[in-house]
């Protein structure tokens, strides 16, 4: 079974300028993209396939050869996911549009390497014939299981998105073993088993977080409408913005597990 998670991990002070470099380089190919389906979709009349934006994007960039095919992947995917919800009645979706300045960067299994002692090398593939020099970031831990996917990403701080296979399957539908569950507002978790038992948490921590985010945005923005658009005050107001909805989210992925536990434990007792 696939999973996810974020790690924190430290790296030379060249080299992060490096992973900002990459993150840099991901978003000129995602902006490739974004031209290329353009181009092509006004000349022949349809998008452009998987197997034609991969060729012409094909050792144009710095980086990795799976990293520009992972982007290239992650373009592809949000485009048929507004295609399928615009077929569902969603008109206000729209296709991918909007160039970016930073793209996490991705390396999949033949980009990494990974050592004992919590060191991973990141390659950066091969260019005018050469091997360059990989990035080398150190963790303290790393989930247990096969490593599939390391993504670097940054959120007022550096941290690495693993995807790993813990080596579980994933268990099949069974009549009279399932518990739904619903995250709420002013009841944190409400969980549900087929048998008719039931399970309320109620807790105030995530209620008061979410007013909270909201009541400063609500401040900012109030200040910030009164700037004009693209000033350094505006600017200034919209970074504060971003800390806001970061340092908010951190909180509630922080408080959230704690109610998690309790409802499995009573979903394993009851299932």
């Avoid at 978003?27 to 349809?46: D, I, M, P, S, T």
């Avoid at 050792?59 to 996911?81: E, T």
């Avoid at 090398?121 to 990989?134: A, D, N, Y």
């Avoid at 693209?230 to 971003?242: D, M």
Wanted: one cysteine or more.
């Amino acid at each position: 079974m696939l999973r996810g998670q974020k790690v924190a991990f430290r790296a030379s002070k060249a080299d992060l300028e490096r992973l900002r470099a990459c993150n840099r380089e991901s978003a000129r190919v995602w902006n490739e993209c974004l031209r290329l389906a353009k181009e092509h979709f006004l000349q022949h009349g349809r998008w452009i396939s998987k197997s034609e934006l991969q060729k012409q994007t094909k050792g144009r960039f710095h980086l990795h050869s799976q990293s520009i095919q992972a982007v290239c992947h992650q373009y592809l995917f949000a485009r048929q996911s507004a295609q399928a919800a615009i077929q569902k009645g969603h008109r206000h979706v729209r296709y991918p549009y909007k160039p970016k300045t930073f793209f996490n960067t991705k390396w999949a299994k033949d980009g990494f390497t990974i050592h004992e002692n919590g060191k991973i090398t990141l390659s950066m593939g091969i260019h005018g014939g050469k091997r360059e020099k990989p990035i080398i970031v150190y963790v303290s831990q790393l989930p247990q299981g096969t490593i599939k996917e390391i993504e670097c990403c940054y959120d007022h701080g550096w941290y690495l998105a693993i995807t790993y296979d813990n080596g579980q399957e994933a268990k099949a539908y069974q009549p009279g073993h399932a518990v739904g569950v619903d995250l709420g507002e002013i009841h944190t978790i409400g969980a549900f088993c087929e048998n008719g038992q039931s399970l309320i948490i109620t807790g105030r921590k995530v209620r008061s977080l979410h007013r909270l985010r909201n009541k400063k945005l609500a401040e900012i923005q109030r200040r910030q409408s009164k700037c004009q658009k693209g000033s350094r005050q505006w600017k200034k107001y919209e970074r504060a913005k971003q800390y806001v909805l970061s340092k908010s989210e951190r909180q509630l992925r922080d408080a959230t597990p704690r109610f998690v536990s309790s409802t499995a434990s009573f979903a394993n007792a009851i299932c």
